[in-house]
């Protein structure tokens, strides 16, 4: 069965303490791992997507990688605005679908 | 900002009621979805659409029936509303996949409430 899992559910950090969020996923022949902000009252927000094993995307204070089993977002020197709740997602062979995470909610504490 | 809209963004009805949610979208893209979002449970897909009249149910999909006879439209429709259908709902869409799958965007929700 294709599962997404996320943690942990909630963080919190100190302005500037940089940290790593984790999204271990099962998925048959995986054709996209797909990362999302979203903010209180509002919808995702596409932040990145990774295809192959190695593969790394840069944006800002936020870097995802991809491994077989994970993905991890990285987050370097985060600030107040970067607060959210992240969500991992995953699309497999001969799939139509996006099968999310629960999300993790991060704060960031000035 | 991908071109999504949906309507209502807030609705409140009583239970036993039809209510329909409309998703329209600019993008001519040929995937549409529809979520719900509820504490504790994350995204959990309802319905989706790959086409125009081409249509296939999601992990949560009892109680509720979707149409698309438009690219641009995709309907969600609960047809007696029940309290536990009170949720945030979100649209999204895909363009075409191939080897690789492309990312969704989403819509701003709408929030419904049955009482």
């Known amino acids: 069965e294709d599962q997404v899992t996320q943690s942990p559910e909630a963080l919190r950090l100190q302005e500037g303490e940089s940290s790593s969020l984790n999204c271990s996923y099962t998925?048959?022949?995986?054709?996209?791992l797909f990362w999302y902000r979203q903010d209180p009252g509002k919808g995702p927000e596409f932040l990145f997507t990774?295809?192959?094993a190695g593969e790394e995307k840069e944006k800002e204070r936020l870097k995802a990688t991809l491994t077989k089993k994970e993905s991890f977002l990285h987050i370097t020197a985060p600030k107040p605005e970067d607060s959210a709740t992240y969500l991992c997602?995953?699309?497999?062979?001969?799939?139509?679908?996006?099968?999310f995470g629960k999300g993790t909610k991060l704060s960031v504490i000035p | 900002d991908a071109g999504i809209t949906q309507s209502p963004r807030h609705k409140v009805t009583e239970t036993g009621t039809p209510v329909t949610l409309r998703c329209h979208q600019t993008e001519n893209h040929r995937y549409m979805y529809w979520y719900r979002q509820d504490p504790g449970h994350g995204l959990r897909l309802i319905h989706y659409s790959y086409g125009v009249k081409d249509t296939d149910k999601g992990e949560v999909s009892d109680g509720y029936s979707v149409s698309r006879s438009k690219t641009e439209d995709f309907l969600l429709t609960l047809e007696s509303a029940t309290s536990s259908q009170t949720s945030v709902y979100f649209c999204?869409?895909?363009?075409?996949?191939?080897?690789?799958?492309?990312?969704?965007?989403f819509g701003q929700g709408t929030r419904l409430t049955v009482v």
């Open positions: 999204a869409i895909r363009g075409a996949q191939g080897a690789r799958n492309t990312e969704a965007f």
């Open positions: 997602a995953h699309s497999g062979a001969g799939s139509y679908q996006l099968t």
């Open positions: 990774l295809y192959s």
């Open positions: 998925v048959s022949g995986l054709r996209g």
